[in-house]
C-alpha cells in the first residue's frame, strides 16, 4: 500500500484591520491558555489531582 502525503503552503498578506483581529484572537487564546494552565498547576499542588478541561 502506498501512501501520499501532500502538502500546502500558503502566505497571507493581511491589512492592518485583519493583522490587529489576528493579533487580538491569539492574544485571547493565549490568554485563556495561560490562565487555565495555571489553574491546573495550583489544583495539582494543592490536591493531587488532574484539573480537565471537561
Same mark, same amino acid.
Do not use: G, H, S
Given at each position: 500500500?502506498v501512501?501520499?502525503?501532500?502538502?500546502?503552503?500558503? &502566505?497571507?498578506?493581511? /491589512? =492592518?484591520?485583519?493583522?490587529?483581529? #489576528?493579533?487580538?484572537t491569539?492574544g485571547?487564546? &493565549?490568554?485563556?491558555? /495561560? =490562565?487555565y494552565?495555571?489553574?491546573? #498547576?495550583?489544583?495539582?499542588?494543592?490536591?493531587?489531582?488532574?484539573?480537565?478541561? =471537561?
Open positions: 500500500m501512501v501520499v502525503e501532500k502538502a500546502y503552503k500558503f &502566505r497571507m498578506y493581511p /491589512n =492592518k484591520k485583519q493583522q490587529e483581529l #489576528i493579533n487580538k491569539f485571547c487564546c &493565549r490568554f485563556v491558555y /495561560n =490562565k494552565l495555571a489553574k491546573r #498547576i495550583e489544583v495539582y499542588k494543592n490536591d493531587r489531582e488532574t484539573f480537565t478541561y =471537561k
